[in-house]
């Protein structure tokens, strides 16, 4: 059975479905997965991921996480510790000043033994690579770290998947590395789920899963690799392709050769190589 | 002489306390009248306290002559900040007013301006920051992420500033909200022939629109050469924790391994060219 | 600069200071700002100086700090000198100082009574200072809280209200570097704070205010989301990663703090009209 599924999600802000932010959403999510979700501002990517974990209920349709349906009010805490959540700005999810003790938060709210925690939060913070800052103010931490605390604070529940909500738009290119570097680490290592929301087309790239949104609905959903073949589409809905697949296209309007999918740095190295060493051979 | 002329410029926050950094060591160079210049360097590396010298927030050591006058000198900064517009990161969390003419009037308003001319000035600033003019008597609250950002760069054009300087203007927008407010930004340089310095994050963004591009590194100025030169180093940016295009990696890395292209690359044309004479250069030899 | 204010400021560190159950500093602070009051002798000052010298030693926080806590208050104790130096009368110590034609007397009274307050002040900050940058803005309002969770009894909210400080304490520094980031754009737009009579100043701040509160509510909205999400309900429940536990450093410290009580009492009462009491 789907870790997270969504049966004929619609969603309006106001419960008028004439102007839905989402439209007969269906998709499913296994425990292990990877799937970044890809959209422009305004496209329903952060409406939808804010029903994966109960923030938002549907109107209509269902959606069910670990077998447990977010309408659902006696489940609800369970379900925010199966599926948790990191937002966008990341001073505004740090609750407490100093890092372990914002850590320790979530798992304090569930009641947990405070030995349980310490070795939770422990845990959390080497998982991040934060351990030495366990002491430090969080305040003073770069936006990166703070990103990386606030994914802390969640591992301390123990969750199967991790929900993020445009984790890296707010961060420097250092940022945006290292926190991507953990949640890939997180999905690996920990066989954690990841669902991750995103406009960086680079960052929907390491995904294993690709899931487009415009207006509202799932466009495409499909491995990064065929996604991003999807180059004009893509841009017609107001995304980017990675610069590789671009080259791609051009070089296929020259009559060279070339695969469509090439989505990371070192594929394209390959692919140019290839093309550049078969002349080197016909001569 | 140049526009702004800068001259050993340096500064430090904390002075005196065990707090202390430098924040600029030791800065000189110069842009001429009509540049579109790139600002880029790692968080921390001097970028914003550059940024804000230009408008005489902060109180620099040294020499920065805007249109020849020194405003590192006492009473020479008084005004300077409506002939160096400055926008800030995120600018839209500065509108205030309770409707979007009053916040793009804020500027006009302090120059002490007429009625008149303040309104005209609003309307030009509007213009190019691609919004109706509908929207002006709407609150700014009221308005989305991209709007709010280009009403609030609005708000500095209408100050008709001689230099235009913005500080991560795109920051957070999603490829469409960054592309329009870039693109706007390229109109008003080729229309208004004013200087501008942008400071981004995005090579891409800094590629497709400067001429040059001053590069910063923990306080001191590391390059200030055209686009092409400064992605030719790219090695060297890497070393100082900056991104270079993807493409210029990829040609970095083909270069490095013996084929004939050139370093330097960082758009999808220049890449099919390259790719294009490389081939051809392959079946010639 | 609002960044300058160290009142309130922790220092992490790992001394016997830091280590103390906040609960025990927090009541060993009451008692001794109690016993600030109580010393009547110099003697007894001399004492609880010393003491307090000892504290801020065992703090391993630098006394450099311990004296910047006391800078913004410098206009006080200034003010709390000249006046009793002056103004108590008594025993001159010297004939009266002619200035302009106004008569300066000072008398031994006036000097101990100046020097006692200004001890008194200095003292009193000084260790107020001391539980604040030895203890973590959370473990004070945690200490708090639990010294006062009898009143839960009573059906005083005293977790909600521990919950608000933590908070509070959390976004201080956020909003502080906020402020001066809108403060600097608003000037780029020719904003100017210090010039004008008192309304235009005042009108000068809606450009700062209005977008603070605008982005105190965001946030406000944004944490209110973020604590859910991690499975905040109340206090309800709860459990806590910091477990205090009354050990004998804090038992001894008490008992320290009660002999430094007692002596002080005695002191006062065996060197009553022997040693200048006041």
New interface residues.
């Given amino acids: 059975m789907a870790f997270i599924k969504t049966e004929n999600l619609s969603f309006a802000y106001d419960d008028d479905l004439s102007h839905a932010a989402l439209k007969n959403i269906n998709i499913e999510i296994n425990e292990g997965e990877f799937v970044a979700i890809l959209g ?3 496209s329903g990517k952060s409406t939808l991921a804010k029903h994966l ?1 109960g ?1 938002l209920l549907p109107t209509e349709g269902r959606v069910t996480v670990d077998g447990m349906d977010t309408a659902d009010d006696e489940a609800l ?1 369970k379900i ?2 199966t599926a ?2 990191v ?3 990341p ?8 890092v ?2 914002d850590v ?11 030995l349980e ?2 070795k939770r ?1 422990d845990e959390a913070l080497e998982t991040v690579g934060m351990t030495k800052y366990k ?5 003073m931490l ?1 936006g990166g770290q703070k990103q990386r605390v ?1 994914i802390a ?2 591992l301390a ?1 123990k969750p199967k998947c991790i929900i993020l909500d445009e984790p890296t ?2 961060l ?4 945006r590395k290292e926190v991507m570097k953990t949640i890939k680490k997180l999905n690996s290592e920990e066989n954690i789920t990841i669902v991750l929301i995103t ?1 960086y087309m ?1 960052e929907a790239a390491k995904a294993k899963r690709v899931i487009v949104m415009n207006k509202g609905e799932v466009m495409l959903d499909d491995t990064p690799h065929y996604v991003f073949q999807n180059a004009g589409l893509l841009k017609s809905i ?3 392709v ?3 697949t ?2 791609m296209f ?2 296929r309007k ?1 009559d ?1 050769k070339v695969p469509l999918a090439v989505i990371s ?1 070192d594929e ?2 390959t692919v ?2 290839e ?2 060493e078969e ?2 051979v016909t ?1 | 002489m140049s526009q702004i002329e800068v001259k050993n410029l340096s500064y430090k926050y904390g002075v005196g306390t065990p707090f202390e950094v430098t924040a600029l060591d030791n800065i000189s160079f110069s842009v001429e009248k009509g540049e579109f210049i790139g600002l880029i360097g790692h968080t921390g590396s001097g970028k914003s306290t550059l940024l804000q010298c230009f408008n005489g927030l902060l109180k620099p050591e040294g020499e920065l002559y805007i249109d020849g006058v020194n405003i590192c000198e006492k009473n020479n900064a008084k005004g300077i900040c409506f002939k160096v517009g400055l926008v800030f990161q995120y600018p839209e969390h500065q509108l205030f007013e309770d409707t979007v003419y009053k916040d793009i009037a804020f500027g006009p308003k302090n120059m002490g301006l007429s009625e008149g001319e303040i309104k005209d000035r609003v309307c030009e600033a509007l213009k190019f920051s691609g919004l109706s003019e509908e929207i002006l008597e709407k609150s700014p609250f009221e308005l989305s992420g991209g709007q709010k950002r280009r009403v609030a760069v609005a708000g500095v054009i209408a100050m008709r500033p001689e230099i235009l300087v913005l500080d991560e203007p795109a920051a957070g927008l999603d490829p469409i909200g960054r592309d329009s407010i870039l693109a706007n930004l390229r109109e008003y340089h080729k229309k208004e022939g004013k200087t501008v310095i942008l400071s981004s994050h995005n090579m891409d963004d800094i590629a497709r629109n400067c001429e040059k591009v001053l590069v910063m590194n923990s306080a001191r100025l590391e390059m200030f050469e055209t686009i092409s030169e400064v992605f030719k180093r790219s090695e060297r940016l890497k070393e100082i924790g900056l991104d270079v295009p993807m493409l210029t990696s990829v040609f970095e890395e083909l270069l490095k391994e013996g084929y004939p292209v050139n370093s330097g690359i960082y758009t999808v044309e220049q890449a099919v060219n390259e790719i294009i004479a490389a081939k051809d250069g392959g079946k010639n030899a | 600069m609002l960044k300058d204010i160290t009142i309130g400021q922790f220092f992490p560190g790992d001394s016997l200071l830091h280590r103390l159950d906040p609960r025990m500093k927090i009541v060993l602070t009451v008692l001794y700002i109690v016993l600030l009051f109580v010393a009547k002798s110099i003697v007894s000052f001399a004492a609880v100086t010393v003491f307090s010298l000892i504290l801020v030693f065992l703090s391993k926080i630098s006394p450099k700090l311990i004296l910047k806590s006391l800078k913004p208050l410098l206009f006080i104790i200034v003010f709390t000198t000249v006046l009793n130096i002056f103004y108590v009368k008594g025993t001159p110590i010297f004939e009266p100082i002619d200035i302009l034609g106004w008569q300066f007397t000072i008398t031994y009274e006036g000097l101990l009574t100046a020097v006692v307050m200004v001890l008194r002040i200095t003292l009193l900050i000084t260790t107020t200072s001391l539980l604040t940058y030895t203890t973590s803005p959370i473990a004070l309002t945690d200490g708090i809280e639990r010294l006062l969770s009898p009143l839960n009894a009573v059906k005083v909210p005293v977790h909600e209200f521990s919950m608000m400080m933590t908070i509070a304490l959390r976004f201080i520094p956020t909003l502080i570097e906020e402020t001066e980031k809108i403060m600097a754009a608003q000037k780029s737009r020719g904003s100017t704070f210090s010039e004008g009579g008192l309304i235009k100043r005042a009108k000068a701040l809606i450009p700062i205010l209005v977008p603070l509160f605008v982005s105190a509510f965001r946030r406000a909205e944004e944490l209110a989301t973020a604590m859910e999400c991690r499975c905040y309900a109340g206090g309800k429940g709860r459990t806590r990663l910091k477990q205090y536990k009354l050990c004998a450093r804090d038992y001894i410290s008490l008992l320290t703090v009660i002999a430094v009580f007692a002596a002080t009492i005695a002191i006062n009462i065996l060197l009553q009209g022997i040693v200048f009491a006041i």
């Fill in positions: 422009h501002n305004g974990n923030i805490i925010r510790r948790g959540m937002f966008q700005n001073d505004n999810q740090i609750v407490a000043s100093i372990e003790e320790a938060f979530a798992p304090e709210n569930l009641g947990i033994d405070p925690i310490r939060v002491n430090h103010s969080a305040h770069s606030a604070g969640l529940m738009a707010m420097d290119p250092k940022g406009h680079d107001g995304l980017d990675p610069q590789s671009e080259l051009e070089l020259q060279i740095d394209c190295v140019l190589k093309i550049l002349d080197r001569d």
